[in-house]
């Protein structure tokens, strides 16, 4: 019994030097350049990229991650994110215009939906989706990206976004299908069909016969407009204000983002050394909380079988040791508790307000107000005024 009891106290003393070491995981990340395509495309041959805010992916938090997720900063990576992937699209050379929309009312060549699954610092994961304008889905990807601190360094972070390989990859990645999956002729046509598309949110009638739609719900070619049909040089002109209107949103994603940089980075670098505390907060406590239930569990046995007084003292010392252990457990997770409100309070400053906005039209001068979505929608409906106003003048 005497052995027994010694070699239970080894072990209990083993595990508490093993719980009080910390793990140290050392990552590295192999950054990948952004790949310009070799050939000089023709203009009439670029897709016009839009990309939607993403979404914020809170439904989708897994339950051991929902503690350690500030919902109101997901709200603010949705616009944050999708707007370092514009840039990096544009950057690349390899589309015509990439813009972040306020929504989904303007039909694009190639629409890119993304959802953050996880983002704290130290690891972030985007699903992105691609599909064209006649409902083709290209691919739907799943990007992760794990860095080390390192790429919070000021030298570093002065070159890129410490997840800038994330949109890199997903850049390449389009541009790769691109060119093994979408010939020129279905390149016309999917700018084709989203011409129309823009078309027929003014006058459904007038465009309607030039798209059906196949069993699998994807856009067909019934018919062409005639290049000098009038109406539908209206359209065109409607649409260069739509995109011009759109350019000017482009600035207020660029100042949000601008503006949130500074007080974002922060929070990532912050939650990239609260992630790996809490981590091996969380380890320790665990280990602790076994080694003690064990010590426990033996010590009783100890004092309860032991069949002389000595015996039956060490068994006492082993659960008041296990009882440390349980106790220190309890210490560690009160402590991972501070670290995760540090967390929470992180970001608090992130909010954001829209001014209004003010434009001059040839006729008269309009003021958009309210978020940069609501003003869109505003936007919208003058459009169809616009276009109401010169087709009564045909």
């Known amino acids: 019994m005497k052995i027994q009891l010694k070699n239970l106290i080894g072990l209990i003393l083993l595990t508490c030097f093993i719980s009080a070491c910390a793990t140290h995981t050392v990552k590295s990340t192999t950054y990948t350049p952004i790949i310009q395509d070799s050939q000089n495309i023709p203009e009439e041959l670029l897709l016009d990229v839009g990309i939607a805010i993403f979404d914020p992916g809170i439904d989708e938090i897994k339950g051991g991650e929902e503690e350690t997720t500030n919902h109101e900063i997901r709200v603010a990576e949705a616009r944050y994110a999708p707007y370092l992937l514009a840039e990096s699209l544009q950057r690349s050379g390899n589309w015509g215009i990439v813009r972040l929309m306020p929504n989904n009312a303007s039909p694009m060549d190639l629409v890119v939906n993304g959802t953050i699954l996880r983002s704290n610092g130290e690891e972030m994961s985007i699903r992105i989706t691609v599909s064209d304008s006649t409902g083709r889905e290209w691919y739907t990807k799943t990007y992760d990206e794990v860095i080390s601190q390192f790429s919070y360094d000021p030298s570093q972070r002065q070159q890129s976004d410490p997840f800038q390989v994330i949109y890199n990859n997903i850049a390449n990645d389009l541009l790769a299908y691109r060119k093994d999956s979408a010939s020129n002729q279905q390149i016309t046509e999917i700018r084709t069909v989203s011409e129309i598309l823009f078309a027929q949110r003014f006058s459904a009638d007038a465009f309607g016969e030039y798209l059906t739609l196949d069993r699998d719900a994807k856009y067909k070619l019934a018919a062409l407009p005639a290049d000098t049909d009038p109406i539908m040089q209206r359209v065109r002109d409607i649409r260069e204000r739509d995109f011009m209107f759109i350019d000017t949103v482009q600035d207020y994603y ?140 045909l």
């Open 254 to 393: 660029a100042t949000y983002v601008r503006q949130m940089r500074i007080p974002y980075d922060s929070w990532r670098e912050q939650s990239y050394h609260e992630t790996i505390t809490l981590r091996e907060l969380r380890d320790s406590s665990r280990r602790r909380f076994i080694a003690g239930t064990a010590a426990v569990i033996g010590g009783l046995v100890a004092a309860t079988n032991g069949g002389n007084y000595a015996t039956q003292a060490g068994g006492a010392v082993v659960v008041g040791a296990g009882a440390y252990l349980i106790k220190s457990g309890f210490d560690k997770q009160a402590e991972a508790k501070i670290h995760m409100e540090a967390l929470e309070e992180l970001g608090q400053s992130l909010e954001n307000e829209v001014a209004p906005r003010v434009i001059t039209l040839d006729d008269r001068t309009i003021t958009l107000s309210g978020s940069v979505e609501e003003q869109y929608s505003q936007w919208r409906d003058i459009l169809a005024d616009l276009y109401a106003t010169e087709l009564g003048e």
